[in-house]
C-alpha cells in the first residue's frame, strides 16, 4: 500500500472505540453500577462545564480585559493623563496600515477574525503588561546587584527585554498553533498571526515611549521638530513601524514551517519554533544594542545594512508562499472537479485573485449581497479543502482528515448554486479556462468513486 493510500485509510477509521451503552455515565448517576463519590460528580461536572466555548471564550476574554486595564494603568501612570493621550492618538496612527498590509497577505486563504483579534489583544495587552512588569523587575534587581544603573539599563535592553518580549508575543503564535491548528496550516498563517500579534505590542509601547516623550517636552518647554516628541514620532512611527512585527514574525516562520512538516517528523516540529524565537530575540537585541555597540550613529547603519533588506527579504518570502498557495489550488482541486465537486472551469478561477474577485462581483450584481458573501466563503472552503489535500501528501494531515475533507466538501455543495456559475464566469472572462493540469492520486483510493 503507498504512503497516500495508508494515510486515508488510517484517516477514515474512527479515532476512538465506541463506548458500549452499559459503561456510559447517565446524569451523574452510577458508572458500571459504581455509585461515584460527591466530589467525582462535581469534577465531571466542572470538566463538562469548560469544554463549553463559550465559557473559555468569556475567560479568556476577561483575563484579556484585566491585563488591558492594568497595562493602560501603568502606562498612563508613567506619562500622564495628557501624555498618555498624545501618545495614543500618534501610536494609533501605523497599526491600521499594518493590520492591512497582513490582511492582505492572508488573502488566499484568510484566517477567522476571532483569531486576529485574539493576537492583537494578545500583544496590546497581556505581551506588553508581561513585559513591563519583567524588563522592569531585572533591570532593577540587576542595578541593584551590581550597583551599576547604567550598565543595568543597557543590559535591560540588550538582553533582558528581547528575550521577554520575544518570549511574551511568542505565547500568542503557540496557542493559535496549539488550540486553532485548523487555522494554522502554512507559513502565511504564522507570518499574519506573528505580525498582528506584535503590531498590537507595539501600539501599547509606542504609547509609552510617545507619551514619555511629550511629558518630557512638557517639562523642558520644547516643541515643534526640535522636540523628543518629534524625534521618538519619526523613529518610531515613520521609520521603524514594521520593526516588532519584523522580529516576531521569525518565530512565525518557525511555527509555519513546523505545521507544514510530516506529523512523524517531531523534532523538526519542535525545532522549528525554537529556531524561530532565537533569530527574533537576536534580531531584536541587535536593533535594541545598535547605538550603544556601535557607536552613536550605529542605529541607521544597522537600519540601513540590516533592518531594510531583512525586512524586504521577508516581504518577498511571504508574498512568494502566498503565490504557492494559489499554484497549490490549481494543482490539487482538479481531483475534485475531476470527481463531480467542481466544475472543470472552477479551479482555473479559484488559483486567480483576479478571478475570485470577479467572480464575487459577478454574483453580487446578479443575486445580490448575500450571494457575494456565499462566493467569498466558497472560495475560502475550496482554499482550505486544497491546502488540506496537499497536508495529506506531505504526511502533515491529521487523523481527522476524512472529517475535514467531508465537512467542506459539505459547505462547498450548499453553496455550488451560487458560486459555480459564477467562477465559470470570472475563469471564461479572465481567460483561465483550460484543460486541467494533471493531480496526484492517493494511490488507487477515491472516497467519492460513485
Known amino acids: 500500500m503507498s504512503q497516500s493510500s495508508a494515510q486515508h ?13 452499559c459503561r456510559q455515565e447517565q446524569g451523574g448517576g452510577p458508572v458500571g453500577g459504581v455509585p461515584q463519590s460527591t466530589a467525582r460528580r462535581r469534577r465531571m461536572r466542572a470538566a463538562r462545564l469548560w469544554r463549553s466555548r463559550a465559557v473559555r471564550a468569556g475567560v479568556l476574554i476577561t483575563l ?28 494609533t496612527l501605523p497599526v491600521p496600515l499594518l493590520l492591512a498590509a497582513f490582511r492582505w497577505l492572508d488573502r488566499v486563504e484568510p484566517g477567522p477574525w476571532r483569531n486576529l483579534l485574539f493576537a492583537f489583544a494578545w500583544g496590546a495587552f497581556a505581551a506588553a503588561l508581561i513585559a513591563i512588569l519583567a524588563n522592569t523587575f531585572a533591570t532593577r534587581w540587576i542595578a541593584t546587584a551590581t550597583a551599576d544603573p547604567a550598565s543595568a539599563d543597557t543590559l535591560g535592553a540588550t538582553v533582558i527585554a528581547p528575550v521577554v518580549e520575544e ?30 500579534t506584535a503590531t498590537g505590542f507595539a501600539f501599547t509601547e509606542n504609547i509609552l515611549y510617545l507619551g514619555n516623550a511629550y511629558g518630557e517636552d512638557q517639562t523642558f518647554g520644547t516643541s515643534g521638530l526640535a522636540s523628543v516628541t518629534a524625534a521618538t514620532f519619526f523613529v518610531r512611527i515613520v ?107 472552477e479551479p482555473q478561477a479559484l488559483s486567480s485573485m483576479r478571478a475570485r474577485t470577479m467572480a464575487r462581483d459577478y454574483a453580487r450584481r446578479t443575486y445580490g449581497p448575500a450571494a457575494g458573501h456565499a462566493v467569498s466563503e466558497y472560495e475560502a472552503f475550496a482554499t482550505s479543502l486544497a491546502s488540506l489535500r496537499h497536508r495529506a501528501h506531505r504526511g502533515a494531515a491529521g487523523p481527522d482528515f476524512a472529517e475535514r475533507e467531508r465537512e467542506l466538501l459539505h ?30 492520486d492517493y494511490g488507487g483510493y477515491n472516497p467519492y468513486r460513485r
Open 167 to 196: 518570549s511574551a508575543k511568542a505565547a500568542s503564535v503557540l496557542l493559535l498553533f496549539l488550540f486553532r491548528r485548523r487555522d494554522f496550516t502554512g507559513l502565511v498563517d504564522g507570518v499574519v498571526v506573528a505580525g498582528v
Open 64 to 91: 484579556l480585559a484585566l491585563c488591558g486595564l492594568v497595562i493602560l494603568a501603568l502606562v498612563r501612570e508613567q506619562t500622564g493623563t495628557q501624555g498618555f493621550l498624545v501618545g495614543l492618538g500618534l501610536a
Open 239 to 345: 521609520m521603524s513601524p514594521f520593526a516588532h512585527p519584523l522580529f516576531t514574525v521569525l518565530t512565525g516562520i518557525g511555527f509555519g514551517l513546523a505545521a507544514l512538516a510530516a506529523r512523524r517528523h517531531r523534532i523538526r516540529r519542535i525545532a522549528l519554533p525554537l529556531l524561530g524565537l532565537a533569530l527574533a530575540m537576536g534580531m531584536h537585541a541587535l536593533w535594541n544594542g545598535s547605538a550603544s555597540l556601535f557607536g552613536p550613529w550605529g542605529f541607521y547603519g544597522v537600519y540601513a545594512a540590516f533592518m531594510v533588506p531583512a525586512f524586504g527579504l521577508l516581504t518577498w518570502l511571504t508574498i512568494w508562499t502566498r503565490q504557492r498557495e494559489l499554484r497549490t489550488i490549481s494543482t490539487e482541486l482538479p481531483a475534485y472537479a475531476a470527481a463531480g465537486w467542481l466544475a472543470a472551469a
Open 411 to 440: 459547505h462547498l455543495w450548499r453553496r455550488r448554486d451560487v458560486a459555480a456559475p459564477s467562477l465559470v464566469y470570472a475563469a471564461r472572462a479572465t481567460g483561465r479556462v483550460a484543460v486541467p493540469p494533471p493531480h496526484r
Open 9 to 21: 485509510t488510517m484517516a477514515s477509521r474512527p479515532p476512538h472505540p465506541v463506548v458500549p451503552p
